[in-house]
Nanobody, 126 residues
C-alpha cells in the first residue's frame, strides 16, 4: 500500500499562484508514476497532470498546459504541482494519485491510478 497526503491548497485570487505538495509513504518503491486529478463542484473528477517516477517525463491535460508544472523529489517521495495564472474554473478539490503499474503511454494514466490521497481544496476567486 501507498499512502498519500496532500497539502498547499487554499484561497487565491484569479491570476495568482499556488503550489500543491503530495508526500508518499509506504510501498513507494512500487510506484511508477504520480499525478494530480481534480474535481470541481458538481462535476466528475478529471485528470490534471502526471509524472513518471523514474525519468521524470510529464503529461498534462490541455487546459493547464503552460500554466501548471508537475515536478518531483524522489528523495523526499514528494510530488508537486505548481499552478500559475489561476482561473476561477481551476477551483476544485485536487487529489494526488500514484500508479503501481507501468504503461509506456503516460496519457493512459489519465484514466486513473491505484492509490489516492484525500484531496486539498483550491478556490480561485474572480
Amino acid at each position: 500500500q501507498v499512502q498519500l497526503v496532500e497539502s498547499g491548497g487554499g484561497l487565491v485570487q484569479a491570476g495568482g499562484s499556488l503550489r500543491l505538495s503530495c508526500a508518499a509513504s509506504g510501498r513507494t518503491f512500487s510506484m511508477y508514476a504520480m499525478g494530480w486529478f481534480r474535481q470541481a463542484p458538481g462535476k466528475e473528477r478529471e485528470f490534471v497532470a502526471v509524472i513518471r517516477w523514474s525519468g521524470g517525463s510529464t503529461y498534462y491535460v490541455d487546459s493547464v498546459k503552460g500554466r501548471f508544472t508537475i515536478s518531483k523529489d524522489n528523495e523526499k517521495n514528494t510530488v508537486y504541482l505548481r499552478m500559475n495564472s489561476l482561473k476561477p474554473e481551476d477551483t476544485a478539490v485536487y487529489y494526488c494519485a500514484a500508479a503501481s503499474r507501468y504503461t509506456r503511454d503516460l496519457a493512459r494514466y489519465s484514466y486513473g491510478m491505484d492509490y489516492w490521497g484525500k484531496g486539498t481544496l483550491v478556490t480561485v476567486s474572480s
